[in-house]
């Protein structure tokens, strides 16, 4: 069984970097094929995909937070870590992660973790 | 800048049927965009309805189905229950490790 779990700080003042880290279990990063990947929603709003790592570490950003993420893997822990610097009101989300299941190139994000709540606000 | 686009909201009468979409602001969507539905509930997060298009993920009822609809990914509910009162998001990969969230539909079964 797949599962996801986000942790992080609840609060973070602006302009701090912020850290989120991914602990999964039911399969490994070390694996080709697999791949996690991070998605947030701002409190009454939509989705908004952020990143993603491969086993390969291959890594992919949104276009419009590209300067200001980082994501990175620790295998032997089974990790994924997302870092936001510069951090601002409008970042305050429910993070979540999730592992990018796929079938040929198709790709889809299932599942997902349960969320974490981070409010930027001093 | 992509942009996926919903209808923001839809309503539906119980047992009815209602056809949601999600679409490109610049061009059409195919099947290489692996279109993927998810559901989400208040405080919840995302379930899996469909990927790949059409394909239903374990244990989604045959009520929900997914495919391309002229230049649109579309997803269509029969029979609409109660509990099918939810937000609906659409998912596309755009390449390059790219993937994109439509904005959204809030579905109403009233």
């Known amino acids: 069984q797949v599962t996801l779990k986000e942790s992080g700080p609840a609060l973070v003042n602006p302009t701090q970097t912020l850290t989120l880290t991914c602990t999964f279990s039911?399969?490994?990063?070390?694996?080709?094929?697999?791949?996690v990947t991070w998605i947030r929603q701002p409190p009454g709003k939509a989705l908004e995909w952020l990143a993603r790592i491969d086993w390969d570490d291959d890594k992919f950003y949104s276009t419009s937070l590209r300067t200001r993420l980082a994501i990175s893997k620790d295998t032997s822990k089974n990790q994924v870590v997302l870092t936001m610097t510069n951090v601002d009101p409008v970042d305050t989300a429910t993070y979540y992660c999730?592992?990018?299941?796929?079938?040929?190139?198709?790709?889809?994000?299932?599942?997902w973790g349960q969320g974490t709540l981070v409010t930027v606000s001093s | 800048q992509t942009v996926v686009t919903q209808e923001p909201a839809y309503s539906v009468s119980p047992g009815g049927t209602v056809t949601l979409t999600c679409g490109l602001n610049s061009a059409s969507v195919s099947t290489g965009h692996y279109p993927s539905w998810y559901q989400q509930t208040p405080g919840q997060a995302p379930r899996t309805l469909i990927y790949s298009t059409n394909v239903r993920s374990s244990g989604v009822p045959d009520r929900f189905s997914g495919y391309i609809l002229g230049n649109k990914a579309a997803l269509t509910i029969t029979g609409a229950r109660a509990d099918d009162e939810s937000d609906y998001y659409c998912?596309?990969?755009?390449?390059?490790?790219?993937?994109?969230f439509g904005g959204g539909t809030k579905l109403t079964v009233l």
């Open positions: 998912a596309l990969y755009m390449g390059g490790g790219i993937s994109v």
């Open positions: 039911g399969f490994s990063l070390s694996t080709s094929g697999q791949r």
């Open positions: 999730a592992r990018v299941a796929y079938s040929g190139s198709s790709i889809w994000f299932d599942p």
